[in-house]
């Protein structure tokens, strides 16, 4: 069972360049996320999907777009990557029609460095 | 409207208590709390829904008091383990606020031998 996996976990780009970070679950949840974490910034919400097909703005969208056109797999784009964009990324799903009282399960993290 | 940490950090010796606090502007409706260790993933420790609940997790436990908007974590008698960065995730009340989390910048807490 390996729960939410992130990929890739390293990725160094330059400025301007396109890349697409992919995270994919095996337990059947219906809510994912994706979030930012830079030090002293805690973690921030990029976007989310509350089922397959829905995406919805989080705390810091700009120069970020979604896709969920299957259940299992969320995947998180930067069309022209900024220096600015130079942070770990999680991604996290839980179960259920609200997060109330569900968990959180997190990815291991994709590290990515923008030159 | 992120929530706010404190303190940001803490540093124990073993078999020490700790207390981080998470206050929101915001009226809440859940609080989530979770423990980051170095380079991995944050893990889940609890969810407090209800104004006034408590929970335990083994000698971690937490309270939450919704009519002031803040929640506390407690650890007591610290362990080697419970070294890393605490987060609260909280889960504001009304419209577009729920089915997402807005989490504190992180209490670092390191509990030496």
């Known amino acids: 069972n390996a729960g939410v996996t992130q990929t890739p976990k390293f990725r160094v780009l330059k400025t301007g360049q396109s890349m697409t970070l992919l995270c994919a679950q095996d337990?059947?949840?219906?809510?994912m996320y994706w979030y930012r974490q830079d030090p002293g910034m805690g973690l921030r919400l990029i976007h989310y999907?509350?089922?397959?097909?829905?995406?919805a703005k989080g705390e810091v969208p700009d120069g970020y777009n979604v896709s969920r056109l299957k259940k299992q797999n969320f995947l998180l784009g930067l069309e022209s990557a900024a220096p600015s964009q130079t942070s770990v990324y999680f991604c996290?799903?839980?179960?259920?029609?609200?997060?109330?009282?569900?968990?959180?399960?997190f990815g291991d993290g994709t590290r990515l460095s923008i030159l | 409207q992120q929530p706010v940490q404190s303190p940001q950090a803490v540093i124990l010796r073993e078999g020490e208590d700790a207390v981080i606090n998470c206050s929101s502007s915001?009226?809440?409706?859940?609080v989530h709390w979770y423990r980051q260790k170095h380079g991995e993933a944050p893990i889940f420790l609890m969810i407090?829904?209800?104004?006034?609940e408590q929970k335990g997790h083994d000698k971690i436990s937490a309270s939450f008091n919704e009519k002031k908007q803040q929640s506390s974590l407690y650890l007591t008698a610290s362990q080697l383990s419970y070294s890393g960065t605490y987060f609260c995730?909280?889960?504001?009340?009304?419209?577009?606020?729920?089915?997402?989390?807005?989490f504190g910048q992180g209490t670092i807490l390191t509990v030496h031998p």
């Open positions: 996290a799903s839980s179960w259920g029609v609200t997060v109330s009282n569900q968990p959180q399960h």
């Open positions: 337990m059947n949840h219906e809510y």
């Open positions: 999907s509350v089922g397959e097909g829905t995406t």
């Open positions: 915001k009226a809440l409706y859940s």
């Open positions: 407090l829904l209800k104004g006034g």
């Open positions: 995730g909280t889960e504001m009340r009304g419209g577009t606020s729920y089915g997402k989390l807005t």
